[in-house]
């Protein structure tokens, strides 16, 4: 990738403006909301979402939500689970439904799924009409209440969905494909997050599928050698597949270690919040 080399933000804080230690929620919370989020869809952040949130409640052995906001309803399909009616998503946020009720355990301890329906494709609207800016980091500060980390599998939008995502995490995480357009995608997202909050949450790219015997993914790895990766493996295909995570599926695979390692250093640096 031709151009100059890109530094990674760091996790604790951005250096492109702005940035808070803590999230919308208490400092001294033990609790913790990261965002999957891409402006672009096949990209794997499902499949990220859903891999590091059993990262965290199996590895980390924190009681983790995994919250779908997509409403392909991928996150819970990759477990297993399917939304318990049609049009229940949506009224968590408009009729104050309780999530609690729509909340389903998998077969993995210390996670459970928050799943999406199609109610969710309205959703966008249904914000805006409400007016309530901090819906989302509302019901996600309640949910700390239970759960000490809460993941959630974003929609790839710029709406006023993605705004209230902004609002509600303390971290971001942004899967982006191997290719020259990988930074400018990044940049993207980064000016979307700044637009959306004075005071906005770390930003991590990672790069997600990277396959280093193609030509271009190994020139943005050379471009971005800071950036944490995740390398393109069948046994990721494979979770959709067979409904399970990669550290399930194969333990000892490169795919497991990446992930598993991303994970890591993002619940040890959320750990250190001040």
Partial sequence: MAGKKRKLPRIAGLSRGPSRR???RDASAAGATIAVYSVKGGVGKTTFAANLAWCS???SRRKTLLWDLDASGGSGFLYGLEAKGSGLAEEVFSRN???RALIQHTAFE???VLPADESIRALDAQLAQIGKRKRLAKLARELTADYERIVLDCPPVMNELSAQVVRAADLVIVPLPPSPLSAR????VVREISGNAKRHPPILPVLSMLDMRRT???QAREANPDWPAVPYASVVEQCAVRQKPVGVLAPSSPASAAFAHLW???DRKLAERA
């Fill in 57 to 59: 409640a199996v590895l």
């Fill in 185 to 188: 995608a990044f940049d993207l």
């Fill in 22 to 24: 803590a999230g919308p």
């Fill in 216 to 218: 271009l993914h190994r």
């Fill in 110 to 112: 210390n996670i459970d």
């Fill in 264 to 266: 890591k250093a993002i």
């Fill in 97 to 99: 439904r309780s999530p």
